[in-house]
């Protein structure tokens, strides 16, 4: 790189220092300016979700069930009997097959598994990565199953923008590979940044 002659880089120090207008020297890389790590899940744009449901996995002979075939299930869209544990058989409904069937702010988090194979509809801060500057708008808490959220709180799943002051970007950053207690990246409704946080498991 060329170097200013003595002269004008002893005015751009003097200029630095007097107006605050500078806060590294002459060709010092902006660490702010670095673009941050893709993580691993996030929403680039909206999209519909598929509106073929596979059948459900409900089984007879369970005491107090809600259901024991799909065939009982007919109070929603696309129901289903699954038995997930801890809890016994029960109908669950596609919510959603759109962003636009989840009310305004909301994401359509298409067949997601630990709710029994469901449309749900994710609540949150953004719902596409434009809604979130130059950082990406990722889902938190959604991909970690019912048995397994002991410590995470209601408000902090759905949808979030990432910040340049997050603790991580997703799990792998928190050491969540075989670990127990298990740690999974979630957004920290509190401190308005992701970071690790303890669970029981990821999956």
Same mark, same amino acid.
């Given at each position: ?126 719902? #596409? $990565? !434009?809604?979130?500057? *130059?950082?990406? @708008?990722?889902? +938190? /808490?959604?991909?970690? &199953?019912?048995? =397994? ?15 340049? #002051? $997050? !603790?991580?970007?997703? *799990?792998?950053? @928190?050491?969540? +590979? /075989?670990?127990?207690? &298990?740690?999974? =990246? ?15 498991? #990821?999956?």
């Amino acid at each position: 790189m060329r170097r200013l002659p003595a002269r004008a880089e002893r005015r751009l120090t003097a200029l630095c220092v007097t107006a605050f207008a500078c806060s590294a020297a002459p060709g010092a890389p902006d660490a702010a300016a670095t673009p941050p790590r893709v993580p691993a899940l996030h929403r680039a744009s909206a999209a519909d979700c598929d509106s073929n449901r596979p059948p459900g996995n409900g089984q007879a002979g369970f005491p107090g069930a809600a259901c024991e075939k799909d065939a009982d299930c007919t109070q929603g869209a696309s129901g289903r009997c699954t038995f997930q544990l801890p809890a016994s058989p029960a109908c669950t409904y596609d919510a959603c097959a759109r962003d636009a069937g989840c009310g305004s702010a909301s994401v359509c988090y298409c067949r997601d598994p630990n709710s029994g194979g469901a449309n749900i509809c994710a609540r949150g801060g953004c719902v #596409t $990565d !434009a809604d979130c500057g *130059d950082d990406y @708008c990722s889902p +938190s /808490g959604l991909g970690i &199953a019912p048995n =397994c959220r002991t410590g995470i709180t209601p408000g902090q799943f759905g949808y979030f923008c990432h910040t340049r #002051t $997050d !603790a991580c970007r997703d *799990d792998a950053d @928190c050491g969540a +590979s /075989g670990g127990f207690p &298990a740690r999974a =990246c979630v957004y920290d409704v509190g401190q308005l940044r992701w970071s690790c946080a303890g669970t029981t498991c #990821t999956k």
